[in-house]
Every structure is written in structure tokens, then in C-alpha cells.
């Protein structure tokens, strides 16, 4: 086989078409310690800044070899730009994530919400449009770009309590589905607005909506719906992600209407490429933490071998690449993969 | 007196208003209970707290999730509230009282939410300072309420090192108190490194630890209070 630089290996993945070998990326943050050290950046400011954080996302594929690029790092895009203020815990140096500080929902009464108009315009979208269209001139020739939205369950958990929204979602179903429906305009909105941008493919994380939590009954009923709407407007090639349990809900995700399912070191994939049959693309399924970061080097490459055993189309984790990953790990993580032959 | 049928017939009715997570039901039956004269203590340990314990293995047989343990705890909340105002004393053999919550940088709740649950249904005083809870905030708390026991929840391998500042920061001020860690990333092994007092993997744990060490507390100061009459 004539060879392929990475991003035209994860894009023939995503055709369908053979690749010499799975390719090894993420469709989440995956920026390091180390790439933020060769870059003198902080994490905090990271979160605020398009040159900066482009910088990072481009600094994975560039040290290790990692074979993409994506922003942005936390899950308070498309919230923010509903209103939400975000805290980016700029005083602190440990590597915290910036999180919802106010949410717009607090009671049943105010579930009836309106979307505020120009939405793309609002919070960090323009800069995430920015941050997309630097990666791609800095890398784009050849890593994949990728963005990611959140699936419209765990959208909704970040403007309202996720107690609140987990017991409503069986009292009062109806208005949660409404809800839940003005959530995918808004990602549809974000999603689109990145493609525009110049992404290669989009994820969709939906983890509030792991079994872990919710029965694999009201993700389908209540759930799947809406990530079947959000699909069918994505047309890069798309993924959904839930981590935790998901053995029973994997053959609805693939009904979704994604392009490929990715799943978390919970997920039987043996088992789950049984479901799904042979041409199904499934990403997944290394622990990014216990494994990558925190365990030997041998224990990446037995880890990643037997992902690919298994038989993911992807090498790819279960969550964000955790900063503080080893380098000798992230080496052992790529050397593995490309000395793999089937 | 109220017949040793009835008693069933209310407690069978409070246990299944939790199981089913039907807070009138368990309004009701609770305040029932309370007119035909039945103790308080006996409706919310053999009827609520029954309920919920079923509850909880339903949850670990994956028949529960997280929004019906929520519903089911609303129900218990709702009877207890009428119940526990005639409350005698509560017999666990000890009472206690708690400062819980998730560390900064740490919004993920759920898990903290249904330990604290516990405390409340085993008559603990609770004091929840919610998530992303600044460092000093913790120490602060327990020093204002002078509570028996801290309990810090963190689901990320990041914010989980939060924990060990709070620790080292309580022991400093109050050598005393006694400290309980938990959530997904922690372990017994981050547990002894970091100096904590107890782990536990899940809230049924949770408790009967928490238990135990208040009783090994109590019986502390008590024999610091013998030393010195003697
Ligand atoms: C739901 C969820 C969210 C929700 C949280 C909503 C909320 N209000 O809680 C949202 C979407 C907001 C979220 C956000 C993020 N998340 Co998240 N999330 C989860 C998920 C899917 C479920 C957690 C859960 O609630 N489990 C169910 C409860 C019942 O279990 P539990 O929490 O473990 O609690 C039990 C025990 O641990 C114990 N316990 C808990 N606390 C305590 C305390 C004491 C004292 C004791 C004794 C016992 C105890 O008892 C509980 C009951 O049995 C997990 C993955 C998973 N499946 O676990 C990831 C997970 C925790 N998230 C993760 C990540 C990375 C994130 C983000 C950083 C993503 C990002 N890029 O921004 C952000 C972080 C935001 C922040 N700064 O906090 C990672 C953490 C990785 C790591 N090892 O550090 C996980 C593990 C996913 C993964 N597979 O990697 N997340």
C-alpha cells in the first residue's frame, strides 16, 4: 500500500476505504504538560486565547506524532454562548478544567427557555472559528482537525442542575423533550459553524448519558431521537462518544446516524464488534488516566495491542488525553500502533 | 396502641412508597403513622430506611439508575421531614454530624450527593457545601460546626490532589477530626498516602465507616475525660 501521511489515513478510515494501519487520534483534548511547557503557556489562559490554543492543539501531533488536532479542551463552548459565565480557575496552578459557574435553569418552572439569537456570534464560537482555521494552516496539510459539541443530554445538564434534569427526565418527559430539542438547534448551529471552519470531523460527546446513570431504556426513548436530528446535519464525518457503561446501548449509538461509535475502557469491544458486524467504525478504547498516564510504558503497549485485537478502526481514548502523560508513554502508545500489522 | 397489623400494613405502605419513589404515598403514610401512634424511629428505620436499602441493591442489580435512586431519595426526604421532628432518639449508637462536598475544580456531584443521602437517612447533621468547593472553605466549615467527620468527594485524577491540601490543612488546625475520601480515581492506596482516615468505594460503605470511626472518636474523648476526673 502506497503510504499515507495522517491525516489522509484518518480520512480514508472514515471513507471506509483500507488503511495500512488504525490510526492513532482523538476526537477530544489531547494537549500535554510537556507541549504546554515547550509552548511557556499556561493551562487557564489556554482556555481564552485562539493563537494560544492553537498553538496547543497543534503541539500533540507535533511532539508525539499524535495524528490530529483538536480544540477546544473543556465542554463550555456551546453553554456559554447561551449565557452561562464560566470559571477558568485563572489563580490556580494545578490543571483545572473550566466549568459552568451560573446555570440558567434552577427550577421546573424555568425550563421554558429561549435561544438567544445569533448564537455563532455569542461567547467563544468566533474564537473556536479562529482557533479552527489556524490549526488547519499550522497543521491541517497533514494531522486531521477535529472539534467536538456536546450531545444534547449533557448540554442540558450543563445549564440546568443534572439532579434536576435526571428526575424530570421521567416526571416530566414532554418538556424535557422540548428541551432537549432546542439543545440540538444549538449544537446543530455550533457544529455547522465548525465545519465552515474547515474541520475534518466532528464528536459529539454525550456522557451524561452513560449507563452508568441513565437506563439504556431512556437513552433510547428519550435520547437517541435527538442525536438522530443532530447527525443528519453534520456532514463531515461524525462520531458519538459516551465513556462508562455503554455494552448495552451500542447498537443505538450506531443508529444514531454517526459515522463512527467511540466508547471508554468499560466497552467489551470484542463483544461490541460482534454487535456492529465488520464495515461498523468503532473508536475507542484505552484508559487515558490509569493506562496512559499512570502506567508503564508496557502496560501502553499491551493496552493499545489488544485494542486493536479487539478490533477498534481507531486507536483512541475513552476520554481527554490527561496533560500529565508521560512522553515515554505517548512513544510506546505510537510506536505500538504503527508496528501493528492484522 | 396500634395493632401489630396495621404497624405492617404502615410500614409495608412507607417501604414501598420509597421503592416505587412516590413521595405522597410516603407523605401520607408517614403522617398516618404518626396518628395512630406509632414511634417515629420505628417508621423511618423499618419503614423508609428499609425502603431505600432495597432501593439500593435495585440500583447495584442495574434494575435502578441515578434518576430513580433521586426520586426514591425525594420520597424518603418527604416522609422524614414529617417524622423526624417526633423523633426520640435516634439509635444507631452514635450520632454525628458531617461536612461533605466535592473539591475545587470538580463539578461532578452525583456521586457525593448519594453519600450525603446516607448521612441524612442515618441522622447524621449534614452540613453540604456542594461542589467545586474552594480548599479553605472545607477547613473552615468544619471549625465553625466542630463536626466529627469530614467527607471530600473528587472524580478526576486532577482535582483528586485538592484533597490532599484539605487534609494536610485540617490536620494542622485539628488534629482530631476524622477524615473520609472517595469517588471514582481514589483508592485505598491514595487514600493511606494522603493520610485520610477511611475510603470507601460506595455509599453503603461510606456510612458504616463513618460509623465506625465516630465511635472510635467518642470513645477517645471519653477516655480523655476519665484521665482527667481520675
Ligand atoms: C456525568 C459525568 C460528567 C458530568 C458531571 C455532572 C455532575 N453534576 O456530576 C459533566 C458532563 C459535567 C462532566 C464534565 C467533565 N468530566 Co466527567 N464524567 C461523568 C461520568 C460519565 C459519570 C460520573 C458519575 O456521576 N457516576 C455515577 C456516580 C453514582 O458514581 P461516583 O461518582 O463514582 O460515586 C460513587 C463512589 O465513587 C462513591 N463516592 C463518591 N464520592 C465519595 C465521597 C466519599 C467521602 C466516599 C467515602 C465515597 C464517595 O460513592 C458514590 C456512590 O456509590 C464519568 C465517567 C464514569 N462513567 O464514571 C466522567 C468522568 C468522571 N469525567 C471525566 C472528565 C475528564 C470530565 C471533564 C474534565 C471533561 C472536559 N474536558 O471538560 C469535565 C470536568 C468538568 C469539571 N471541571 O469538573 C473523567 C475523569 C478522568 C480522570 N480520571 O480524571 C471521567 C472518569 C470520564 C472518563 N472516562 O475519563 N462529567
Known amino acids: 500500500m502506497t503510504s499515507m501521511n495522517a491525516r489522509e489515513r484518518v480520512l480514508k478510515m472514515f471513507a ?45 501531533y507535533k511532539l508525539f506524532g499524535f495524528e490530529c488536532g483538536v480544540a477546544p479542551f473543556d465542554l463550555c463552548i456551546e453553554a456559554e454562548a447561551m449565557g452561562c459565565e464560566i470559571n ?13 459557574k451560573k446555570k ?16 455563532t456570534g455569542r461567547g467563544r464560537v468566533p474564537m473556536m472559528v479562529d482557533v479552527i482555521k489556524q490549526l488547519k494552516k499550522d497543521i491541517g496539510n497533514d494531522a486531521a482537525i477535529g472539534s467536538f459539541v456536546l450531545g444534547p443530554f449533557t448540554l442540558a445538564g450543563q445549564i440546568m442542575e443534572l439532579n434536576d434534569l435526571l428526575k424530570l427526565s421521567f416526571k416530566k418527559p414532554d418538556k424535557i423533550g422540548k428541551l432537549l430539542d432546542q439543545m440540538s438547534d444549538v449544537i446543530i448551529q455550533v457544529a455547522q459553524e465548525y465545519e465552515k471552519a474547515g474541520v475534518d470531523y466532528i464528536s459529539v460527546r454525550e456522557m451524561g448519558a452513560t449507563s452508568d446513570v441513565l437506563s439504556p431504556r431512556v ?59 465488520p464495515k461498523a467504525l468503532i473508536f475507542g478504547n484505552y484508559d ?42 505517548m512513544k510506546a502508545m505510537m510506536d505500538e500502533v504503527k508496528k501493528y500489522r492484522r | 396502641m396500634v395493632t401489630e397489623e396495621k404497624k405492617k400494613e404502615l410500614l409495608a405502605k412507607l417501604r414501598n412508597a420509597v421503592i416505587q419513589y412516590d413521595e405522597d404515598t410516603s407523605k401520607e403514610a408517614s403522617q398516618e403513622a404518626l396518628d395512630v401512634g406509632m414511634e417515629a424511629n420505628d417508621a423511618i428505620f423499618n419503614g423508609l430506611v428499609s425502603g431505600m436499602v432495597e432501593v439500593g441493591k435495585m440500583f447495584e442489580a442495574q434494575e435502578y439508575f441515578v434518576p430513580e435512586l433521586l426520586m426514591c431519595a425525594d ?34 456531584d452525583i456521586g457525593k450527593n448519594i453519600v450525603k443521602m446516607m448521612f441524612d437517612v442515618a441522622g447524621f447533621t449534614v452540613y453540604d457545601l456542594g461542589r467545586d468547593v474552594p480548599l479553605d472553605k472545607f477547613v473552615a466549615e468544619q471549625l465553625r460546626t466542630d463536626s466529627d467527620l469530614v467527607c471530600l468527594s473528587a472524580m478526576m485524577t486532577t482535582t483528586m490532589t485538592g484533597m490532599k491540601k484539605v487534609i494536610d ?35 453503603t460503605n461510606a456510612l458504616k465507616d463513618a460509623i465506625n470511626m465516630i465511635e472510635s472518636l467518642k470513645k477517645m474523648k471519653d477516655e480523655v475525660e476519665a484521665k482527667k476526673k481520675g
Open chain 1, 16 to 60: 471506509g476505504e483500507e488503511v495500512d494501519r488504525p490510526p492513532c487520534f482523538s476526537g477530544f483534548g489531547n494537549v500535554t504538560t510537556e507541549g504546554l511547557r515547550s509552548l511557556n503557556q499556561n493551562f487557564a489562559t489556554t482556555h481564552l486565547d485562539a493563537k494560544m490554543m492553537a498553538a496547543a492543539a497543534a503541539s500533540t
Open chain 1, 88 to 100: 477558568v480557575y485563572a489563580h490556580s496552578e494545578d490543571l483545572l478544567y473550566p466549568t459552568i
Open chain 1, 104 to 119: 440558567l435553569i434552577h427550577n421546573e418552572a424555568e425550563l421554558d427557555i429561549v435561544i438567544p439569537t445569533g448564537l
Open chain 1, 219 to 277: 437513552f433510547k426513548s428519550l435520547i437517541l431521537p435527538y442525536l438522530k436530528k443532530i447527525f443528519e446535519k453534520i456532514s463531515v464525518p461524525s462520531v458519538l462518544h459516551i465513556c462508562g457503561k455503554t455494552n448495552d446501548i451500542v447498537p443505538a449509538m450506531a443508529e444514531s446516524g454517526a459515522r463512527a461509535v467511540s466508547v471508554d475502557q468499560k466497552n467489551d469491544v470484542a463483544e461490541t464488534r460482534k454487535k456492529l458486524g
Open chain 1, 288 to 329: 487515558p488516566y490509569n493506562v496512559l498516564v499512570a502506567g508503564t510504558p508496557d502496560l501502553v503497549r499491551q493496552t493499545i495491542k489488544k485494542c486493536m485485537d479487539d478490533g477498534v478502526s481507531a486507536v483512541w481514548p475513552g476520554c481527554d488525553i490527561w496533560p500529565t502523560v508521560p512522553p515515554d508513554n
Open chain 2, 75 to 108: 420520597a424518603l426526604y418527604a416522609g422524614l421531614d414529617i417524622l423526624k421532628p417526633h423523633v426520640k432518639q435516634l439509635d444507631l449508637g452514635v450520632k454525628g454530624s458531617v461536612v461533605i462536598g466535592t473539591v475545587e475544580g470538580d463539578v461532578h
Open chain 2, 169 to 203: 490543612d485540617l490536620r494542622a488546625k485539628n488534629p482530631n477530626v476524622k477524615i473520609m475520601i472517595g469517588g471514582a480515581p481514589v483508592s485505598q492506596d491514595v487514600a493511606d498516602k494522603y493520610g485520610a482516615d477511611g475510603y470507601a468505594k460506595d455509599a
